[in-house]
Nanobody, 117 residues
Framework: QVQVVESGGGLVQPGGFAELSCKVS????????AAWYRQAPGKQRELVADITSGGSTNYADSVKGRFTISTNNDKNTVYLQMNSLKPEDTAVYYCNVDLGPAMPPYWGQGTQVTVSS
């Protein structure tokens, strides 16, 4: 049984910082690829950033230069550091992990990030 649990969301002021964590637990061998998505009210879920096991990263244009995705393989944890937050970053953020071809991709339950003064 694999569990994916996000944490670190909350209310942040514009221009502020937040860090999200995504802990993967259970019977896993490695995280091939991990990603953060977000979904704002009334909008489709969109890719925010992803990272491969080799460390290659990809970011949505809207967050480039402000967000950083990283992993700690020893802890099976994926992070998303978010700087210079804007009200338009307000959304539920979801973690998605690819654990290899023998397993389906897994999603976390989501964590709310609200950027407001």
């Amino acid at each position: 049984q694999v569990q994916v649990v996000e944490s670190g969301g909350g209310l942040v002021q514009p221009g502020g910082f937040a860090e999200l964590s995504c802990k993967v637990s259970g019977t896993i061998y490695s995280i091939n690829k991990a990603a953060w998505y977000r979904q704002a009210p009334g909008k489709q879920r969109e890719l925010v950033a992803d990272i491969t096991s080799g460390g290659s990263t990809n970011y949505a244009d809207s967050v480039k230069g402000r967000f950083t995705i990283s992993t700690n393989n020893d802890k099976n944890t994926v992070y998303l550091q978010m700087n210079s937050l804007k009200p338009e970053d307000t959304a539920v953020y979801y973690c998605n992990v690819d654990l290899g071809p023998a397993m389906p991709p897994y999603w976390g339950q989501g964590t709310q990030v609200t950027v407001s003064s």
